[in-house]
Structures are given as C-alpha cells and as structure tokens.
C-alpha cells in the first residue's frame, strides 16, 4: 500500500496579488469623479467655483440621502422602485398637515417641526410595510415596490386632485431656512447629507447589523443557517431607506413649497444608479457607501457640466448619464 | 464500437487547490469499470475531464490512441463519452423527449419534427424500460425514472462510454436490480461503462475491474474477482480503518439529565414523530438513506423547517426556540451538509465567516475587527485550518480547511449540543482523521454531538450509537460497539 501524502501544506494564497487590484477597484470611481472635475475646470471656468460646487451638492443631497438608504437595500440583495413615488407622497402629506395644524392654531415653527417628524414617521412605515410583504409575504422586493410605485403617486395624485399642493406662505417662510441656510456657507442639506453619509457607513461597517446586511445579500440561505434573524435585517433595511427618503423629502420640500404628481419622479432611477455607479454590484453582497456618495455626486456632475459647457445638447443629458452607468457597469462585470 | 481511455500524467487545479496529481491510467473498451475512492478522492473531476466538462491543467488524454482535448461535453459526445452526472441535467419543465433532444433536435424543413422526436423517444424508453409517455413532463418524474430518462439520453447520443457517477444512491432495491441489469445490457452490446459508487457490493457485483483514487492521485487497480471489498475499503482509506478513528470514551453515566432530549418531533412530508436523546460527552449517529429524512428533522428542530414537537429539552430544561438565531441563543447549532450553499459565505473573508454565528460578543456597539482577527489566529490554531493568509476568501481554501472553517464558525457561540451533517464530506483522509479527533474531544468536553453521515464506516467508528432512520420514521437506535455495515444497512433499507 502506497504511503499516505503528507504534504498537504498549501502554497501560499493568491490573494496577495489581487489586493491592489481590487484596492484600485474601489477607487475607480473617485477617479472618474476627479477625471470629469478636471475635465470641467478646463472646458468652463465657472466650474470649479465654490458656489458651484455648493450648487451641485445640495441638488446631489436629495438623490445622495435616498441612495445611502438604497445601499442598503441593494446589499442585502433587495430593490426599491418605489422610492421617488414615496417621496412624492410624504412631500404632499407633509404639506397637507402642516396646512392643518397652521389652521387649527398651532405656531408655524411647532406646525413645521411635527410636519418633519411626521416625513420620517410616514418613510419608515412605508419601508416596514415593503419589508413586511416581501418577508412574511415572500414576494419579489421588485414586484412589491412596483406596486407601491404605482400606489403612493396615485395618492399623491388623488390627494392634489391632480394639481399641485403648496404650502401656506407663512409656513413657507418658517420652512425655507432648511433647505436655504446655510452653516459655515455650506448649505444645510449639505451637511444632512454629509452626517446620513456619515452615520450610514459606521452602521454599515462598524455594526452587527451591517455586517448581518452583506452577509444576506452574499448568501441568505448561508446567513439563515447562521442564526442572523434574516427577515429583521430585511425588513431593517427597507425601513432605514424609508427614513432616509424621508429625510431627503423633508429637505426637499421647503425649496419650491409645493408637491405636485411630477415630484420626485424617476428619483428610484438616480439613486438606484448611484449605487451601481459607486461599485456595489446589483445582487447584492458586498458594496460600499463612500462609493455611493462619490457615484451620486458624479452622476450630477456629468449634469452640471453638460448645462454649463455646450458639449451636448442638454436634451441629451440623461443620455450621456446611461452611457456612464453601462460603462461603469462594463468595468465592474469580472469582479465575481 | 466501444472506446479505449488513457489517461497520461494529468493534473487538475483550481486556484491553488491541486485536485488531480499525475494521473495515469488506460481503460480497454468493453469493460465495466467500478471507480473507487472517498469523496474528494478526484473520481468525478477525473470523469468531467473525460466527458469534456473540465479542461487539465496538464496532461493528455487519448482516446483510441488518439490525444484528444474536449472543449466542452458536445464534443465528447459526439465521440461516443457521456457522464450521468449525479445531479440530473434535465430540465424540469420540458418533456421527456424534448429533453432527449434538447441541443439535438431534429428539423424537417427548419422547423422542430416534434413527431419524429416522440416515436423515437418511445423507443429509447421502451429500451431501458421506462413506461412513461415521452410527452410528459420531467417534474412529475419520480426519481428513479429521471435516471433512467438520463441512460435514454446517453443511448440517444450514441454512447460508446457512459460514465454513471452514484447511479444508485436515491435508488430501491427494485430500481438498482432493473438498472443493473440494464448495464449488463449495454455492456453486452460493447458500451464501455465507468461506475463511481461508494457501495462496494455493488461494485463488486457488476464491475469487471477496480480502480482506486485517493487524494487526487491514482491508487490501484485489480480484477474485481481478485479482491475483497474489506481490501477495496483499505484501499481507498489509504490505511487500516482502525487508525483513523479516535478510541471512544466512555458517556459518563452520573449525568442528571440528557443533553439534549426530543419526543415526537414530526416534520410535515419527511418526518414522523422521531424521539431521542443524547446524554452529555456522547456521540449520536444518524444513519439513513438519501430521503429518509436526516437533514429535515434537525432543520425542523432548528426552526428552518414548519415542525410540530411534544417536547424539546436542553439539559432538562424545556425548549421553545423559532429559529436558528433562538437555538444558538440557547446552545444549539448546526454545520449544514451544503458548505457551500449553507455552510459558509464564499466570498466573504475566514474573519466574518468565523465570527458571524457569534457576532454580539465583538461588538459593543461597534464592531472590533481587532478581536475578530486575534478570534481568528486563536481558531486556525487549534482547528489546524492550512492556509498562507488570514486575508483571503473561504472560496480560496482547499475542501477540508473549509470544513474546518465551518466547524470552528459553528462552534463559535460555545454551543452545549452541537449538530453535525455530513461533517467529513468532500474531505481528504487527513483532514477527515483530524475532524474526527476534533469530534471527539467535544464530546470529551461534555458537550451532545449528533453526527448525520452517509458514511457507515464513519457512524460505526465514531459514533457510541447510532439512530437509524427509514422513510422518515426513527426505526431503532443502536450500540455502535458491536454494529456491523450490514447490520445498518439492513435496518436502512429495511431489509432485516
């Protein structure tokens, strides 16, 4: 009888090779980002303003808060479609109830503060709810938020009686500082942006449950038999991006003071890009939240820049916007 | 019309895991070759190369005399090689004759001659004697007739060589009989047959020669008539069987209490009112057939599958637990027999695989990644997990320090009873001795192990009893110091 093999010591791992490859990975688009900021620069000198870049980020922190929330989502291996209709509904609820108590006597700013909370109130319900029919319901998360896209603007729509909802003036007034003030002159939405981004990525990186998110989204069956309370996390997940539209309506409101069936429409689409484009893959695992900040920003970047220098028709920007996210997509498809 | 084989110097790799080593070997045609060797041993890589599914690393292999290099299983089948694979390749949803003529159809006019296609599915199912009308639907196929619906598909190509990888393993006693004697068939008309199969009475019945693989290399090779299947075993171990199992200790008697006690648990569909217990530093052992309901009833008891029980206890204490997450909580959990589908995160790093069934205790409320690490240097250690970076992938570990990653991952809450589903599968005999060790200094340690294995030998050696299930009902327990193969296997099929 043949000896039994003893060499069963392994060469070492391959995976020291791949590490500055998969480093540069994540550092792409940063440097699509960096790329296009200089593009910029040359081609148009207002670009590389101060007021500018402000510009840019405030409209990016709409898209940016919902897309932290959607980072989640997506990791955990789910979808929402749902989210601009969502966001249309809380802005016209919003608006209603805000009215309401102004009439019945409240003081504007007390009006305003329990018209906010109740913009966070009315996104986490609507998470639990997806969370709860794609959990216990086990439907598809893609054909629940399909649902519910339909549902919330047909709402809204129902609620506007098929116009607009605008807030009374001296509501507006009290409002308008939170979308128009600015702190350091940086304005506000700016700095919600900066602390959701923020508080997203320590919850994602630096807590069991984020942990618990990518492991689902990598394997659910795996997570399952490893004792993590999948359909909580699920469910967590649908709800933290509820609050986080929320949030992002809540900022959004105060710009123009009214919410109309044309509110938030196609939002789902840029923050769902903006994900894709900051290097987390769509079925989910694995993924990154300062990806996602950089991919929604550069998302509005490409916008800016196409408005500001004449190198395309501005009928063409969300062409050129699609052009970027099947590149990047391209980039990214040998990554598993 | 049959073909000749040779394997020369062929090697297989995936990433740094070398699964063939210089293999060598000639078949001559018209033969029926039993191949041998634990899982893990090479056999179905070996196979796949042949068939065309896998490319070698290096190597050559000829076929008539002639090197050959498949670039996919097409083209081994147009040379007459076809491999029933062990998981059906059949659609469900199509028929049985468009899934004998799936890539293959046949066209009058350009359009599908569906017509054509009937009559002469007909009369492959005629041949291997399948009465099932080729218009139906491979779903309401029970699985016997799936595998016989595959022998039609390989006769459909004109199989030279089949290559039939544990034909027999979800069969009756019935089924096997009438495939048995379907091989003889072939055979008969010139078909050179390759037989994987861990059942060695089988093997010894139907197989003109033997061939052994173990850890990826070529073993020995004998006429079946010449050697005896205690010879075959030894062979394939590598060693005499009593090494490789720890002695068994003694259950320490004094205990009050059954570690673990379950009365009538039932799982609709699989299980039927199964009541045991397991007293603290034992061993169980769970033997059975495919199906007969193993794996469903601890998935039930952990909360993964609907389940109706009197009563579950954890050291005299009554249980209520939902779902994993409540059992670990009290001290039991479960290494799935799917490493990779249920076992372990793939692409996630040894360092959250590890910690993840134990995750609260690192984090406060932060994670601390510095803790998981040094957790980690501590579980390579004492697990003895081979590997040249703690940075790497699960993915990128060879089968058995998976499986040791597993283990140690399900260990990680320091459970009172642990639950073991094919603990040594797809695991080098090295690594199988060392988890088998492992096994029992858990036992040593107070803790109930229950050990689901396929393996009679592994129950026989490891276990101090061994429960036997058939058709979802727990049919006896019996003492493993005197238990024979044959004894289990009796009870299994329910032939004694």
């Known amino acids: 009888m043949p000896p039994e093999p003893t060499e069963n010591v392994r060469p070492p791992s391959a995976g020291g090779n791949a590490a500055p490859w998969r480093r540069l990975h994540g550092a792409g688009p940063i440097l699509g980002l960096v790329i296009l900021c200089t593009l910029g620069t040359l081609l148009n000198h207002d670009f590389a303003t101060f007021d500018n870049a402000m510009n840019v980020l405030t409209r990016t922190a709409f898209i940016g808060i919902i897309a932290v929330g959607m980072c989640f989502v997506i990791i955990s291996g789910g979808i929402d479609l749902s989210v601009g209709s969502m966001a249309a509904l809380i802005a016209g609820c919003v608006i209603l109830l805000m009215n309401k108590l102004g009439n019945v006597g409240f003081s504007p700013v007390a009006a305003v503060g329990l018209g906010m909370l109740c913009a966070l109130l009315i996104g986490g319900s609507c998470g639990f709810l997806h969370g709860l029919c794609i959990t216990k319901g086990q439907i598809e998360p893609f054909i629940v938020t399909l649902g519910t896209l339909g549902i919330y603007r047909a709402y809204l729509t129902y609620f506007a009686d098929g116009g607009a909802l605008t807030l009374d003036n001296t509501l507006s007034d009290t409002y308008s500082p939170v979308y128009y003030a600015s702190l350091l002159h940086i304005p506000f939405p700016v700095w919600v942006f900066i602390a959701v981004a923020a508080v997203g990525g320590v919850i994602l990186n630096r807590t069991a449950y984020g942990r618990y998110v990518q492991a689902i989204g990598s394997n659910e069956q795996v997570a399952r038999y490893a004792a993590v309370n999948v359909d909580r996390v699920k469910v967590l997940t649908y709800v933290l991006l509820g609050v986080c539209v929320g949030i992002a309506t809540l900022l959004y409101v105060p710009r123009l003071g009214s919410a109309s069936p044309t509110t938030g429409l196609l939002w789902e689409l840029e923050a769902i890009a903006s994900v894709i484009v900051g290097g987390t893959v769509l079925r989910g695992g694995a993924g990154s939240i300062t990806g996602t900040v950089v991919g929604a920003i550069l998302l509005s970047v490409i916008g800016n820049l196409l408005n500001l220098t004449n190198l395309t028709s501005v009928y063409l920007n969300a062409a050129v916007q699609g052009f970027v996210i099947i590149i990047v997509a391209f980039l990214q498809r040998r990554r598993r | ?496």
């Open chain 2, 1 to 496: 019309m049959s073909i000749a084989v040779e394997f020369s110097n062929i090697t297989k790799a995936f990433g740094p895991v070398r699964v063939l080593r210089e293999v060598n070997l000639a078949l001559v045609r018209g033969r029926v070759y039993g191949l041998l060797g634990e899982n893990g041993a090479g056999k179905s890589t070996l196979m796949k190369i042949l068939a065309g599914y896998e490319v070698p690393s290096s190597g050559e292999l000829r076929i008539d005399g002639h090197t050959t290099s498949f670039q996919g299983p097409r083209q081994a089948e147009a040379a007459g090689i076809v491999m029933i694979h062990q998981e059906f390749n059949l659609a469900e949803d199509l028929t049985i004759a468009q899934n004998i003529f799936l890539g293959h159809e046949v066209r009058r006019h350009g359009l599908l001659d569906d017509q054509a296609m009937r009559a002469k599915t007909a009369e492959l199912l005629k041949q291997v004697g399948l009465a099932a009308p080729p218009d139906i639907k491979i779903r309401h196929l029970i699985v016997a007739e799936k595998q016989l619906v595959e022998i039609a598909k390989a006769l459909a190509r004109q199989a030279r060589l089949l290559v039939m990888d544990e034909p027999t393993a979800t069969l009756t006693p019935g089924e096997t009989e009438r495939l048995f004697k379907l091989i003889g068939q072939l055979n008969a008309q010139g078909v050179t047959i390759i037989y994987i199969s861990h059942r060695l009475d089988e093997v010894e019945r139907i197989t003109h020669e033997i061939v052994v693989m173990r850890d990826g290399r070529f073993v020995a090779r004998e006429e079946t008539r010449h050697i005896s299947r205690r010879h075959m075993a030894n062979l394939m171990v590598g060693r005499e069987l009593s090494d490789l199992f720890p002695p068994k200790q003694l259950v320490a008697l004094g205990a009050k209490h059954p570690v673990l006690r379950v009365e009538k648990l039932s799982v609709r569909g699989w299980v039927t009112e199964a009541s045991f217990e397991v007293r603290p530093g034992e061993i169980l052992g769970f033997a059975g057939l495919v199906g007969a309901g193993r794996t469903e009833l601890f998935e039930g008891l952990l909360g993964l599958r609907e389940h109706q029980a009197e009563r579950v206890e954890l050291d005299g204490h009554p249980m209520h637990w939902q779902s994993p997450r409540g059992a670990a909580d009290e001290g039991l959990t479960y290494l799935s027999e799917d490493r990779k589908g249920k076992g372990l995160h793939m692409d996630f790093g040894l360092r959250e695989n590890l910690t993840l069934m134990a995750l609260k205790r690192y984090a406060s409320p932060w994670l601390r990644p510095e803790a998981e690490a040094s957790a980690l240097r501590t579980a390579v250690q004492s697990f003895g997990i081979r590997t040249g970076s703690l940075h790497i992938r699960a993915s990128a570990l060879s089968g058995g320090n998976q499986q040791k990653l597993a283990l140690a991952k399900v260990l990680h809450p320091d459970p009172r009873v642990l639950i073991l589903d094919e603990p040594t599968r797809g695991v080098d005999v090295g690594a199988k001795r060392d988890i088998y060790f492992l096994i029992q200094k858990l036992a040593g340690e107070g803790r109930g192990i229950v050990v689901i294995s396929s393996e009679l030998i592994e129950l026989i050696g490891l276990c101090h009893r061994v429960a036997v299930m058939r058709a979802g009902r727990l049919q006896t327990i019996l003492d493993a110091s005197h238990l024979t193969e044959e004894e289990l296997i009796a009870h299994a099929t329910g032939t004694n």
